[in-house]
């Protein structure tokens, strides 16, 4: 069974920062696209940042220059560094993957951290 397990949530001021690992339990190089979203209450979930297997990376607009997807093959894990974090980055963050196997698309999600920006 594949999993997704993420941490890194808590509670920090504004321009704070922290960083969330999200651990996955099958092989880095079979997957296609790796993503980070969040979710606020009575919201849709939204995309935050995402990184493919050539390295192109995308960013929601509003975490540009304040926000940083990686990866690190070594730990089978994925990163979301977020710096400088404001009161609206509150949310359930979820980290996703796409994975390819013989012709056939899998996605798979974490269950989610906690991120709370408060005074």
């Known amino acids: 069974q594949v999993k997704l397990v993420e941490s890194g949530g808590g509670l920090v001021q504004p321009g704070g920062s922290l960083r969330l690992s999200c651990r996955v339990s099958?092989?880095?190089?079979?997957?296609?696209?790796m993503n980070w979203y969040r979710q606020t209450p009575g919201k849709e979930r939204e995309l935050v940042a995402g990184l493919i297997v050539s390295g192109d990376s995308n960013y929601q607009e509003s975490v540009k220059g304040r926000f940083t997807i990686s990866r690190d093959n070594s730990k089978n894990t994925i990163y979301l560094q977020m710096n400088s974090l404001e009161p609206e980055d509150t949310a359930i963050y979820y980290c996703?993957?796409?994975?390819?196997?013989?012709?056939?698309?899998?996605?798979?999600w974490g269950q989610g951290t906690q991120v709370t920006v408060s005074p």
């Open positions: 996703y993957v796409d994975q390819l196997v013989a012709g056939n698309r899998y996605e798979y």
């Open positions: 099958i092989s880095m190089f079979s997957i296609n696209a």
